[in-house]
């Protein structure tokens, strides 16, 4: 059980349009949704925490505006990058936690390249 | 301020044993998790302590010592596949985790 998907798994999008990465817990439901971003050869960054029907909290230095999260439901984040930059190409993970759970559940990640 | 601390990368050869030690101070304590994660891919979970002492798991094992705020991960009978890096993070009050910058381990034949 505990099962997290990430769609898309890798992503080529031009500099300027948005791209939007969803992230779904296959089993279980997930009151909490993390995301995080991975530069090559450093460690994951968490980006934002999102409980289901209520705003997401970013971590200091994380544009609101620039990435939108949405967890409509307690199965279903999205993750927008919106204005993509060079800058942003990134791994982006996303992670699920259910009510009484405490760890988080990985997915696979998606990688994104802004050309 | 919070802090979680573990080496940067260490070297171990197939076969042998390897311990990887994650010292930490936060404000609240909810557990402790030791992920892999291979390059290129989500990290993996490998293990939660929340009490003192030794979790086995396999191969693998780890260590708590709340009053010393202090883990290990201890990995038996090394394989080519161990090479990866190891993530220590600790579920702080608010049961967010709190990642250390992982030590990447190469495991040489």
């Known amino acids: 059980g505990a099962v997290v998907s990430q769609h898309p798994s890798w992503v080529i999008c031009k500099s300027g349009t948005s791209v939007k990465i969803e992230c779904r817990s296959l089993d279980f439901q997930a009151t909490t949704m993390f995301w995080y971003r991975q530069f090559p050869k450093q460690s994951l960054m968490l980006m934002a925490t999102s409980n289901e029907g209520s705003k997401a909290t970013y971590e200091q230095g994380v544009e609101k505006d620039k990435f939108l999260i949405n967890h409509a439901s307690l199965t279903l984040s999205t993750l927008t990058v919106t204005s993509a930059h060079p800058e942003d190409s990134s791994f982006y993970i996303c992670?699920?936690?259910?009510?009484?759970?405490?760890?988080?559940?990985f997915g696979p990640g998606t990688r994104l390249t802004v050309t | 301020g919070q802090n979680i601390d573990q080496p940067t990368e260490m070297t171990a050869t197939e076969g042998a044993i390897v311990q990887i030690n994650c010292t930490y101070q936060t404000s609240g304590f909810n557990g402790l998790f030791w992920y892999q994660q291979h390059a290129g891919e989500a990290p993996t979970f490998l293990s939660y302590n929340v009490l003192d002492g030794l979790e086995e798991k396999g191969r693998f094992s780890s260590f708590l010592s709340r009053s010393k705020g202090y883990s290990y991960l201890l990995l038996k009978e090394l394989q080519m596949k161990d090479s990866a890096s190891y993530l220590c993070a600790v579920s702080g009050g608010n049961y967010q985790l709190i990642w250390g910058a992982g030590t990447k381990l190469i495991i040489k034949p």
């Open positions: 992670s699920a936690r259910g009510r009484s759970e405490h760890e988080q559940y």
